[in-house]
């Protein structure tokens, strides 16, 4: 996927980015509701129009050796991490839940467990997401997070005991 996608975009932005956007919102949404909650889809759109205004910059020689995935996860995690600076500064404004939109490929959630993965220190919880949930090895997710191979299978580890101690597991 990535090597023909690579290519395309490469050669044209604006032509093969939307052939990018479907290849990757899936999994990309579901990652990111496990990460984020309600504010995914959000964080997801910031994702591609970072993404998308990276790449109009970018030569294609170095739109060619991208590793798609973890790059548009790098962006992803940023993304987040700044929604979740900015949230922090804002007053806490309680409002009725409303109810999610059905999506047929959504797969079901399942609310605790998303809970338990929130409650992890950022990393801990990425790398479960990231490696677990959505299948990078943890060479991709090293690349993601720009942290060794090392620290990411112990983040890894570390949020699966404390998932256990909490009695959920992914």
């Known amino acids: 996927m990535d ?6 975009l490469a050669l ?3 032509n093969a980015f939307p052939d990018f956007v479907d290849a990757t919102q899936h999994r990309l949404y579901a990652g990111l509701r496990m990460l984020v909650g309600d504010d995914a889809e959000d964080v997801a759109q910031e994702t ?35 929604r979740r600076r900015t ?7 309680l409002v009725d839940q409303l109810p999610d939109t059905p999506d047929h490929r959504a797969e079901p959630i399942d609310e605790a467990l998303v809970a338990a993965i929130r409650s992890l220190p ?17 060479a991709e997710v090293a690349l993601i997070l720009d942290r060794p191979e090392g620290t990411v299978k112990s983040d890894a580890s570390r949020a699966l005991a404390t998932l256990r101690t909490k009695g959920l597991e992914t």
């Open 122 to 138: 950022h990393a801990q919880g990425a790398a479960v997401v990231l490696h677990y949930v959505l299948g990078h090895t943890y």
């Open 12 to 14: 044209n932005v604006d």
């Open 87 to 93: 949230n922090a500064r804002r007053p806490l404004v």
């Open 48 to 82: 591609y129009l970072r993404a998308y205004r990276s790449l109009q910059q970018y030569p294609p020689s170095r739109i060619r050796q991208l590793e798609l995935r973890p790059w548009l996860w790098t962006i992803a995690l940023n993304a987040t991490r700044n």
């Open 3 to 8: 090597d023909h996608l690579t290519t395309s």
